[in-house]
């Protein structure tokens, strides 16, 4: 494995209305409850996957759901990502605990989200 390599998508982040209404919903879907509940973020890992409600409306500025892909080296791979035609929505930035998060979009316009967990 090189530094730029995946670790695989293990992340998804849906833009929510109404975190509480959300929260009941991806419980029942998911059959456990949330491991982070907060007014800015309801966290839940089921099966090794984590799934993540974040307001609409929140800084992320998320319309539509964003698949994370863990790396090892978040730079290095959004410097191979972005020689190959991608445009950085987010650079990198720690959002608690030494993890790294950074967005871009593909050619069409998707955003795509990287981790990076120190």
């Known amino acids: ?3 730029s390599s995946t670790l695989g998508a293990k992340t998804v982040l849906h833009p929510v209305s109404d975190l509480a209404a959300a929260k009941a919903v991806y419980s029942a879907l998911l059959g ?4 982070t509940d907060s007014a800015y973020y309801v966290g839940f890992d089921a099966a090794g996957q984590q ?10 500025g998320l319309t539509a ?3 994370y892909w863990h790396v ?4 290095a791979k959004l410097a191979e990502v972005t020689a190959a035609g991608a445009t950085v929505r ?4 720690d959002v608690g605990g030494g993890r790294l998060v950074a967005t871009f979009t593909d050619p ?5 989200g ?3 967990d120190c």
Not at 90 to 93: G, I, K, R, W, Y
């Open 1 to 3: 494995m090189t530094a």
């Open 72 to 75: 090892p080296d978040i730079e």
């Open 90 to 93: 987010q650079p990198a930035q």
């Open 108 to 112: 069409d316009g998707n955003v795509l």
């Open 65 to 67: 759901p964003v698949t």
């Open 51 to 60: 799934i993540g409600l974040v307001p609409a409306d929140g800084p992320q």
């Open 114 to 116: 990287l981790i990076q």
């Open 32 to 35: 456990v409850a949330p491991q």
